[in-house]
């Protein structure tokens, strides 16, 4: 479980939702609004590296952990991702906090976020991908400071 809310100042953050098809939502912390900087889906995983904001303009990620049984592609994603990242100088914590990865397991951020009936149209998300990188933000940071109410804008 994360631990140790952010600081309060504005903060970049990345989420990736990889698979197959990958959604990419990038935003602005600032306070308790997650302000949209990038939201999109790349569709092929030979496009993935040249199209997703390079980790200079992100403070920390939010990745999902690989599922307990995930497919060997799956698997093969996540963990060539997540060495790349590394190989870019992010960590791995449980805070959000520059050059951290945050990962967030499926069967944890999956049933809270259905719960909170969460308002994502400011951003407009098009795909499952996209929508599902904006929750696994949103969880991330609401693990953070759970007295916050966090709003997308």
């Known amino acids: 479980m994360l631990r140790l809310p952010y600081s309060g100042e504005p903060m970049k953050i990345l989420s990736i939702d990889y698979g197959v098809s990958t959604g990419l939502?990038?935003?602005?912390?600032e306070g308790s609004d997650l302000i949209k900087l990038y939201l999109g889906t790349i569709n092929s995983a030979a496009l993935f590296k040249s199209s997703y904001p390079v980790p200079e303009d992100c403070e920390c990620i939010v990745l999902e952990q690989a599922p307990f049984g995930?497919?060997?592609s799956t698997s093969v994603i996540f963990h060539t991702l997540f060495a790349?990242?590394?190989k870019s100088g992010f960590v791995l914590s449980d805070t959000l906090q520059e050059k951290g990865i945050v990962l967030v397991a499926p069967s944890q951020w999956k049933p809270f976020v259905k719960r909170q009936n969460l308002d994502l149209r400011s951003w407009s998300p098009k795909t499952k991908h996209e929508r599902d990188a904006m929750c696994m933000l949103w969880y991330a940071v609401s693990m953070q400071n759970k007295k916050e109410k966090y709003v997308f804008k």
């Open 25 to 29: 939502a990038l935003c602005s912390l």
């Open 84 to 86: 790349d990242l590394q």
């Open 70 to 72: 995930a497919a060997w």
